[in-house]
């Protein structure tokens, strides 16, 4: 997807993954789905392929509480991205996997 300016988000979301086994899209451009694997990790799912997989995911999830500073988040470890789709994982202090209620993704190319 090349239709947008060079350097601009290519696609972009806001989900509530804290709402059970399927993630809440707020809001979003380019972003099909996203599917929650397992606890704290999701999978983003663009409508228009990439026209390679060398674009760049910033992410970033926090909870609705002030519990805990949730904010470790990077791409999955040992998942590559495609050109349609990317894993995404957000951890606690605790360094376990935990489902966040504000998540916010961009996708850059």
Same mark, same amino acid.
């Given at each position: 997807?090349? %239709?947008?300016?060079? =350097?601009?988000?290519?696609?972009? @979301?806001?989900?509530? =993954? %804290?709402? =059970? ?5 707020? !809001?979003?451009?380019? @972003? ?7 606890? =704290? ?9 990439? @026209? ?18 949730? !904010?470790? #988040? ?5 998942? @590559? #991205? ?10 606690? %202090? ?8 504000? %998540? ?6």
């Amino acid at each position: 997807m090349d %239709n947008a300016i060079y =350097g601009s988000a290519k696609a972009w @979301v806001n989900f509530n =993954g %804290n709402s =059970g086994a399927s993630p809440v899209i707020r !809001q979003s451009y380019n @972003v099909s789905s996203v599917t929650r694997n397992s606890a =704290g990790n999701y999978t983003v799912t663009m409508t228009n392929a990439m @026209v390679d997989a060398n674009y760049s995911v910033s992410y970033l999830c926090r909870l609705e509480s002030n519990s805990g500073a949730y !904010q470790c #988040p990077n791409l999955a470890y040992g998942n @590559v #991205p495609t050109t349609t789709a990317f894993n995404i994982v957000c951890f606690s %202090n605790s360094g376990g996997f935990t489902d966040s209620t504000y %998540n916010f993704v961009s996708v850059i190319r």
